[in-house]
């Protein structure tokens, strides 16, 4: 039988979700304000440093220029993963499934801002020590989402808890 999330488990979600909005929308005006036209900041010289850049497409720039796309794929997303969190059950171990959801959900909001307010999307964080690409905080949720949503699904959940989770 599904266990049924309760009310204050909703409410945790949406203070979650609207807590890494607003750490991921202050990272990037704090960006803006330090890092824009000034040289990087070096935190850990030769691995880490702090540089803007304005990213119009997604990670890695991926689909640069294409803003339309993630206009109308970003709450296709938004919609599936609020489907997802409905039919998630309750109770303490799907509860790392209800953090993923939440992230990715503040993840694909927090960038998806940044489109509609400004054509482009932030990124401010440099790993040059593997010469990655520069990226800001709501990536970071996405990123370390799918990471961990993975390492469950291989290593903790079995197919009896995903049937429970996604028939309905």
Request: hydrophobic residues 55%.
């Amino acid at each position: 039988m599904k266990k049924q999330k309760s009310f204050l488990t909703h409410i945790i979600t949406l203070v979650g979700i609207f807590l890494l909005l607003f750490l991921d929308q202050f990272t990037k005006v704090l960006a803006k304000g330090y890092l824009m036209g000034h040289k990087d900041k070096i935190l850990i010289p030769g691995v880490l440093q702090l540089h803007y850049l304005e990213n119009q497409g997604a990670a890695f720039s991926l689909l640069n220029g294409k803003l339309v796309f993630f206009y109308i794929i970003t709450p296709v997303l938004c919609i599936a993963i609020a489907i997802l969190y409905k039919k998630l059950p309750g109770g303490k171990r799907f509860l790392p499934l209800n953090c993923i959801l939440t992230a990715l959900m503040a993840g694909a909001i927090g960038n998806y801002i940044d489109r509609i307010l400004y054509h482009k999307v932030t990124d401010f964080i440099y790993f040059s020590l593997i010469d990655f690409p520069v990226f800001n905080v709501a990536d970071i949720y996405v990123t370390v989402s799918i990471v961990v949503l993975l390492i469950l699904v291989f290593f903790y959940y079995k197919d009896e808890d995903f049937d429970l989770w996604l028939k309905k």
